[in-house]
C-alpha cells in the first residue's frame, strides 16, 4: 500500500514564506486541523475555505468541528475525519450539499499529517467543487441514455452511417 500521508520532518524543510505561497495561492477550499483526541480543531482555513464555509462571521480559529458546523455537516465530517486519522492514509469522498436552494457536488481529499511518534497530529482537508464538472457528466449520461433507449425501442428501422455510407449501428427493427 502506498503512503499517502505526510510526515512532519518534510514539512520542516519548507521556509514560511513557502508555506505562505501554497496556502494562499490554492483555489480549492483548504483547511488545517488539528487533531486533539476524538476532536478536529479548526487550525487554519484559506479565503476560499473562509467563505463558502461562512467561517468570517466568527473567529474559528481553536473551534472544534461541532462549534461551528451544523450537527448533521459536522457528524458527516467527524466521520471522514476519524478515518483519515485512524488509516493514518488519505482519504478521498464526494458529497452532494445544498445551498441557498442549489444542489452543490464537492470533491475532498483529507491527508492526514503523522508526527516523529506516528501519531496523527493535523489533518489538511482540501475541498474542490466539482459541481460544472457532475452536472455535464450527468447531463451526457442522460442524453446517451434517452438516445439508446429512442434508438433500441425504436419499431421503426434506423441505420447509423458514417460520413463515408458505411453502416456503423442498425436496431433490431432494421433485421
Known amino acids: 500500500m502506498m503512503d499517502t500521508s505526510i510526515k512532519i520532518n518534510e514539512l520542516q524543510n519548507l521556509d514560511q514564506s513557502m508555506i505562505n505561497a501554497l496556502l494562499t495561492s490554492i483555489n480549492d477550499l483548504l483547511f488545517i486541523m488539528k487533531v486533539e483526541g476524538e476532536s478536529f480543531i479548526y487550525h487554519y482555513a484559506n479565503d476560499q475555505a473562509i467563505k463558502n464555509a461562512k467561517l468570517n462571521e466568527r473567529n ?34 464526494n458529497d452532494e450539499l445544498i445551498i441557498d436552494g442549489k444542489k452543490f457536488y464537492f470533491e475532498t481529499v483529507l491527508s492526514p499529517i503523522i508526527n516523529e511518534s506516528e501519531q496523527c497530529e493535523f489533518i489538511v ?51
Open 125 to 175: 482537508s482540501v475541498t474542490r467543487d466539482v459541481t460544472l464538472w457532475t452536472e455535464e457528466t450527468n447531463e451526457k449520461l442522460e442524453n446517451e441514455l434517452r438516445y439508446r433507449s429512442l434508438f433500441e425501442h425504436n419499431l421503426d428501422s434506423i441505420i447509423m452511417l458514417d460520413s463515408n455510407g458505411y453502416i456503423q449501428q442498425t436496431n433490431m427493427s432494421t433485421y
Open 60 to 93: 474559528y480559529v481553536g473551534l472544534s468541528i461541532q462549534d461551528v458546523m451544523p450537527s448533521d455537516i459536522s457528524k458527516k465530517l467527524i466521520e471522514s475525519y476519524q478515518i483519515a486519522k485512524r488509516s493514518k492514509q488519505a482519504l478521498w469522498y
